[in-house]
C-alpha cells in the first residue's frame, strides 16, 4: 500500500513538474514566432481605450474575447458586426442605448473617446481567436 | 474550543454570514434585471450589480477561510494564537477594506476585471492585511507543539493564494495577455489553492466527526492535492483555448483539464469512506451534512459540470455564455460556500458552549439551500443551452435570443427564493448559538 511518505512525494513531483511545464508553455506561447495576439498593432489609441473600457467596467455587462457578463452582446467582433458608425452612435448617447428594451449605461463619451474606443474594437476584432469568431454571433457576414 | 484564541474565528464568520446575506441581494437584482426588469439601473447598473454580487462572494469565503485557519491552527499546533489583538486588527481592516471596495463600485471606481474589480490603491490594502493574516498563522503554527499535515496544507493553501494574487496586479496594455494572467489569479485560485485549503479543513473535520485515524486522512490528503495540481496547474489551458493565443493550448488545457474531475472524485470518495470506516459517531450531525454534502455537491457542480464545457469543442460553442453560469453557481456553492459553512457548523457549538447539534431548523437549512441552488443550476443551465443553440448555431441576434430565455430567470428567482429561505434558516442558527465565551473551553486533549 502507498505509504504516507510516498503520497507526499507524489503531491510534491507533480506540483513541480506541472508548474515548470506551464512556465514553459508560457514563455513559449508569447515567443516571436508564436505569437498570435496582435501586439504589434497596439497603438496609444488602443491603449486609451483599454483604459476606458476598464475604468468603466464594460465587462461587468458584456464579454470580450468569451470573457465577462453575459448581460449585453459579445463585443470582440463587434466593429465587424456593426461597423464604427453604429458603434459611435451608440457610445455617444446621452441616454441609455437600449433599442431591445434592456438598457446599457449612458456615458455620453467625448469625440476623442469614442475614436479611442474604437480603436480599441478595432485592434482587437484582429486578433486570431482559434475560430472562436465563426461561431459569435451574427457575424457581419450573414450568409455563413 | 480548547484555546482561548480560537473565540477570533467566531467573528470572521460572522462577517461572512453578514456579507453572504448583502451578495444574494445583488444576485436578486441581477436575477432581476436578466428577467427584464431592470428598473434598478439608474442607481445599481447591472455592472455594479455584478462586481458587488461576485466580490461579496470571494471576501465572504476569505473570510470563512480565515475564521476556520484563527479556529483550526491553534487546536492542531496545540498552542494559543500568538497574537490574539493583531487578529481583531485584522479582521477589522479586512471589513473596512471590503466596504470601501463595495461601496466604490456603486461610484464607477473599479478596474473593470472580472472578479478583480478592486481598484489598484486597495490591493495593496488588501495585501497588508492578508500579510498580517499569514503572519499569525504561520508564526502559531511554527511555535507550535507539532505540525500536523493538515495545517500544513491548509497554510500552503492560503500561501499560495496570497502570493497567486501578484500576477493580477502586473498592468499589460494588451488585453488578450491581461486576461491571460488573470487566470494565473481566478483559476490557479479555484482550480489550485483554494482546492489545498478546502482539503486543509476537510481533513479537519473528518478527523474530528469520523474518529478515523489522523495518519491515513493525511495520506490521501496528500493524493488528493497531489491529483488537484497535477491537473489543474496546466488546465489553466482551458481558459486559453479561445482568447487569442496559440493553439498549443488547446491540447494541454483540453488533456489536463479533463483530468480535472478526478481530484474532486477523489474528495468525494474519501470523505464518505472515511464515515463509512469511522468508529466515531459525532453528535454534530449537521456539521457532518454539510461536510459530506461540500464533498459530493463539489464533484457535481465542479467536476461534472465543469467537465460539460471543458474539451474544446464543446467550449467553442458555450464560452461565455449562461452555461458557465451554470456551473460557476454550482461550483463555488458546493466546494466553498458549503466548506466554510461545515467549519462554522462544526465550530459554533465549541465556542459557545450551545450544544445546538440536531435541529429541524438545521435540516431545514441545508435541505432547502441544497434543493433551492440545483434548481438555480438546472435554469441557468436550460437558460444556457438555449442561448448556445440559437445563438451560436441559429446564428439570431443576442439581444433577441435574451428576449426568449427570460422566462428561465423566472424560474431561477424562484429557485432562489427556496435557496434564500434556506440560506436564513441558517443564520437564524448561527444567531441562536450566542456569543462565543470561555465557560466553553475543554480541558486540553487530543482530538
Ligand atoms: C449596464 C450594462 C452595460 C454596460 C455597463 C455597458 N453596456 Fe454596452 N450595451 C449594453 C446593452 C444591454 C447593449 C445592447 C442594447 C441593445 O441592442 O438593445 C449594449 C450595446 C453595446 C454596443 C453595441 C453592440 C451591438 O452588437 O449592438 C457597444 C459597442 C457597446 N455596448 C459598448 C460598450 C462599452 C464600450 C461599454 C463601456 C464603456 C459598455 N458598452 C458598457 C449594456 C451595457
Ligand atoms: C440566491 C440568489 C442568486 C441569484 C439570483 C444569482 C444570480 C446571478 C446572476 C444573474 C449572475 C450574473 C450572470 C451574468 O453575468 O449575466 C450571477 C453571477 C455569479 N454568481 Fe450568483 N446568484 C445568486 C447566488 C449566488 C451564490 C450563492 C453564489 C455562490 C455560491 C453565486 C455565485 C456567482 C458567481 C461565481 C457568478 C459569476 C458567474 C460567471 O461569471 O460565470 N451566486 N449570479
Ligand atoms: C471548485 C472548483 C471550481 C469553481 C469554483 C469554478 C468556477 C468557475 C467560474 C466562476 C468560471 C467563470 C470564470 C470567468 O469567466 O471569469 C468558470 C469557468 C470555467 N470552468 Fe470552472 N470552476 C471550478 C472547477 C472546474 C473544473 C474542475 C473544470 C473542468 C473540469 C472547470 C471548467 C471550467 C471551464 C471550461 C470554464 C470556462 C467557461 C467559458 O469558456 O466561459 N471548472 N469556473
Ligand atoms: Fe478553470
Not at chain 2, 456579507?19 to 445583488?26: A, D, E, N, R, S
Not at chain 2, 444576485?27 to 442607481?43: R, T, Y
Not at chain 2, 496559440?246 to 489536463?256: D, R
Not at chain 2, 464518505?272 to 453528535?283: I, L
Amino acid at each position: 500500500m502507498l505509504s504516507k511518505q510516498q503520497a507526499r512525494n507524489f503531491f510534491l513531483g507533480g506540483t513541480l513538474v506541472t508548474f515548470l511545464a506551464f512556465i514553459g508553455l508560457t514563455i513559449f506561447s508569447f515567443s516571436k514566432t508564436q505569437d498570435q495576439t496582435n501586439d504589434e498593432n497596439i497603438t496609444e489609441a488602443v491603449v486609451r481605450g483599454k483604459d476606458l473600457w476598464e475604468a468603466n467596467n464594460c465587462m461587468g455587462c458584456h464579454t470580450i474575447l468569451g470573457e465577462g457578463a453575459y448581460y449585453a452582446p459579445e463585443l470582440t467582433k463587434v466593429i465587424e458586426r456593426r461597423g464604427p458608425a453604429y458603434i459611435n452612435a451608440v457610445l455617444r448617447q446621452p441616454v441609455s442605448w437600449a433599442p431591445h428594451g434592456r438598457k446599457m449605461v449612458a456615458y455620453g463619451f467625448s469625440e476623442e473617446e469614442t475614436k479611442d474606443l474604437i480603436a480599441f474594437f478595432e485592434w482587437i476584432g484582429e486578433v486570431d481567436l482559434n475560430g472562436f469568431d465563426t461561431v459569435v454571433s451574427p457575424l457581419a457576414k450573414e450568409d455563413n | 474550543m480548547k484555546y482561548k484564541s480560537q473565540k477570533v474565528a467566531y467573528w470572521f464568520f460572522a462577517l461572512s454570514m453578514l456579507l453572504f446575506g448583502l451578495q444574494i441581494v445583488y444576485g436578486f437584482i441581477m436575477g432581476f434585471a436578466h428577467a427584464g426588469f431592470d428598473n434598478l439601473h439608474e442607481v445599481i447598473p447591472f455592472n455594479t450589480a455584478r462586481a458587488v454580487h461576485t466580490n461579496l462572494l470571494v471576501v465572504w469565503l476569505l473570510s470563512g477561510f480565515m475564521g476556520a485557519a484563527y479556529y483550526i491552527i491553534p487546536e492542531e499546533a496545540q498552542r494559543e494564537l500568538v497574537n490574539v489583538k493583531l487578529a481583531y486588527v485584522q479582521l477589522i481592516s479586512l471589513a473596512l477594506v471590503g466596504v470601501v471596495a463595495i461601496v466604490g463600485y456603486h461610484f464607477n471606481y473599479w478596474e473593470g476585471r472580472k472578479f478583480l474589480e478592486i481598484p489598484r490603491p486597495l490591493d495593496y490594502l488588501v495585501v497588508i492585511n492578508v500579510l498580517l493574516f499569514l503572519g499569525l498563522i504561520l508564526v502559531t503554527l511554527f511555535k507550535g507543539k507539532r505540525r500536523t499535515t493538515t495545517a500544513l496544507v491548509l497554510s500552503m493553501g492560503l500561501l499560495f493564494a496570497a502570493l497567486l494574487y501578484l500576477p493580477g496586479m502586473l498592468p499589460f496594455d494588451s488585453q488578450v495577455k491581461d486576461s491571460f494572467f488573470r487566470w494565473w489569479v481566478v483559476h490557479l485560485w479555484v482550480e489550485g489553492v483554494w482546492e489545498l485549503i478546502m482539503g486543509g479543513i476537510l481533513s479537519f473535520l473528518l478527523i474530528k466527526l469520523t474518529g478515523v485515524d489522523r495518519e491515513v486522512i493525511e495520506k490521501w490528503l496528500y493524493v488528493i492535492v497531489g491529483l488537484t495540481f497535477l491537473s489543474g496547474v496546466l488546465g489553466t489551458g482551458h481558459h486559453y483555448y479561445y482568447i487569442g493565443v496559440n493553439k498549443i493550448w488547446l491540447i494541454v488545457g483540453g488533456i489536463f483539464s479533463a483530468l480535472e474531475p478526478l481530484a474532486f472524485l477523489a474528495m468525494a470518495l474519501f470523505a464518505v469512506n472515511m464515515y463509512r470506516k469511522g468508529e466515531k459517531k459525532h453528535p454534530n450531525k449537521l456539521a457532518l451534512y454539510w461536510t459530506l454534502g461540500a464533498s459530493i455537491v463539489s464533484f457535481v457542480g465542479a467536476g461534472l459540470l465543469g467537465f460539460a464545457h471543458t474539451l474544446p469543442q464543446t467550449n467553442l460553442y458555450t464560452h461565455g455564455t449562461l452555461v458557465t453560469a451554470m456551473h460557476g453557481h454550482l461550483a463555488f456553492w458546493g466546494a466553498y460556500a458549503m466548506i466554510v459553512l461545515a467549519i462554522i457548523s462544526y465550530s459554533l457549538p465549541n465556542m459557545t458552549g450551545r450544544k445546538l447539534y440536531e435541529s429541524t431548523l438545521g435540516r431545514m437549512a441545508f435541505w432547502m439551500s441544497n434543493i433551492g441552488i440545483i434548481g438555480m443550476t438546472v435554469a441557468f443551465g436550460v437558460a444556457g443551452v438555449v442561448q448556445v443553440y440559437l445563438e451560436r448555431k441559429l446564428k439570431m441576434d443576442f439581444m433577441v435570443v435574451q428576449k426568449e430565455i427570460e422566462v428561465h430567470f423566472m424560474v431561477l428567482l424562484v429557485c432562489a427564493t427556496l435557496f434564500t429561505t434556506g440560506i436564513i434558516l441558517y443564520m437564524i442558527d448561527f444567531y441562536k448559538h450566542g456569543r462565543p465565551n470561555d465557560e466553553a473551553l475543554e480541558s486540553v486533549s487530543d482530538d
